[in-house]
């Protein structure tokens, strides 16, 4: 299972940390994704990041903004968002891939946990 945890209320321009803790001892066998959801429309894909840490995707909205790592030790993903604007606000939500790398597609990404809002005022 994972939840996701860290979001809020930020200013634009502030920053915030998300984190994705995962239960069981098998975390370190999947790749992990950020992907956010604004009522009305479709999950969209943030970021990934492959098992070891060492492969990182990201779409072009948040690239040099976002950052996203993992801790295999602490079985946590986290994304920190810099430069934070308004169309950042959406619920953002953690999932794991079985495939290799780290795929910029939501649909490759299974068992979304809670998600946590995230709201930019500006």
């Known amino acids: 299972q994972l939840q996701a945890s860290g979001g809020g209320l930020a200013q634009a321009g502030g920053s915030l940390r998300l984190s994705c803790a995962a239960s069981?001892?098998?975390?370190?066998?999947?790749?992990m994704g950020w992907s956010r959801q604004v009522p009305g429309k479709e999950r969209e894909f943030v970021a990934a990041?492959?098992?070891?840490?060492?492969?990182?995707t990201y779409t072009d909205s948040v690239r040099g903004r976002f950052t996203i790592s993992r801790d295999n030790a602490k079985n946590t993903v986290y994304l920190r968002m810099s430069d934070l604007k308004a169309e950042d606000t959406a619920v953002y939500y953690c999932?794991?891939?079985?495939?290799?790398?780290?795929?910029?597609?939501?649909?490759?990404?299974?068992?979304w946990g809670q998600g946590t809002q995230v709201t930019v005022s500006s």
């Open positions: 999932a794991a891939t079985f495939k290799l790398g780290a795929p910029a597609n939501s649909n490759e990404y299974h068992d």
């Open positions: 069981g001892s098998t975390f370190s066998s999947y790749g």
């Open positions: 990041i492959g098992r070891r840490g060492a492969v990182t």
